[in-house]
């Protein structure tokens, strides 16, 4: 099985300030009748310019030292954060900096079932609340700079509802970086909803799979299905529309925690299939994972696609959660 790396639906990304510090030039006004008391001034005001505090020698060696510090901090930041458990952490209430963009202002939530604050919730204190590191200052998120680092790529969330919400909140977050004039209208092609940043020739796509297998569920709309139905080891009919990804993002859970599936080897409506009604919860979540990362570790190249996964999220199926 192929290694993962594990993040929760928030990537680190620092830029670089370098300060640059202006040489002030001196002039000297004098007056041409008096050479001697020109020349004494001259010289004075030569010695103090090369010699002084303002002198560009020292302020050249300043603005070296200056920009060596600059140089380091950002490094230092960036090797703080590397270092850093991003896991181990806690909840903090920011109401200065927070939230990062508000649902009403964005127009990737026009049409989103998800939109919290037009569906009439009235507490909208929880935006404010950002995740807080024990040991380093995670960076406020940059959308220019996001948007730099995956120029020319494309990023597929791979799902259920979940990564959804991560997708949209994502395409809010970068929103105010994007040029006015560029259509943010994304383009859906089956289980696929892809949104092309044009100006960095960056897409940013989510992929309804919430079982990440074939199964009676995956119609994007229709899927609040009773007795659901997967077909464990069919896995193609989703993944080959992973596979130019450079960035994949998967997340499943939350789909397998009912009593009991049907497990279908052979296809639907097939004569000699064979259906098996079975609980065991953790064990059919297993042979699925098993089935997804064998795809994986023969259809992706690794040194090129970046692969996430995230799997278990809080219950959050009622407003009490």
């Known amino acids: 099985m192929a290694a993962f790396q594990k993040i929760q639906n928030k990537e680190t990304l620092t830029e670089d300030n370098k300060i640059k510090m202006n040489l002030e030039k001196s002039k000297i006004r004098f007056n041409s009748h008096y050479l001697v008391v020109f020349f004494l001034v001259a010289l004075a005001t030569s010695v103090f310019y090369l010699t002084g505090e303002n002198s560009p020698i020292l302020e050249e060696q300043k603005s070296q030292k200056q920009n060596a510090r600059n140089e380091e901090e950002p490094k230092a930041r960036n090797d703080s954060v590397l270092s850093c458990n991003l896991f181990s952490g806690r909840w903090v209430f920011d109401n200065l900096s927070y939230p990062l963009y508000k649902e009403r202002e964005c127009s990737f939530l026009v049409n989103n079932d998800y939109a919290c604050e037009k569906f009439g919730r009235k507490d909208l204190r929880y935006q404010n609340w950002k995740w807080q590191p024990h040991d380093c200052d995670l960076p406020r998120f940059n959308g220019t700079a996001f948007l730099e680092k995956i120029r020319g790529k494309k990023l597929l969330f791979v ?31 089956g289980n696929l909803i892809t949104f092309r940043a044009t100006e960095y020739n960056a897409t940013i796509g989510f992929y309804w799979s ?18 659901r139905i997967i077909r464990i080891t069919s896995i193609e009919k989703h993944a080959r529309h992973w596979t130019d990804a450079d ?7 939350m ?18 299939a064979i259906y098996k009604r079975v609980e065991m919860k953790l064990r059919r979540y297993e042979m699925t994972l098993n089935t997804w990362s064998d795809w994986l570790e023969i259809n992706i190249n690794q040194t090129r696609t970046k692969m996430f996964f995230m799997s278990l999220s809080p219950y959050h199926f009622q407003y009490v959660n």
């Open 159 to 189: 799902g259920d509802s979940i990564n959804k919400n991560q997708w949209s909140s994502l395409l809010c977050l970068i929103e105010p970086s994007l040029h006015q004039s560029s259509p943010k209208v994304p383009i859906r092609e």
């Open 210 to 227: 919430p079982l990440f297998v074939e199964s009676n569920s995956d119609d994007p709309y229709r899927h609040q299905i009773l007795n």
């Open 247 to 253: 960035i994949l993002i998967f997340n499943s859970f």
């Open 255 to 272: 789909w397998w925690l009912e009593p009991t599936m049907t497990i279908l080897w052979g296809s639907f409506g097939s004569n000699e």
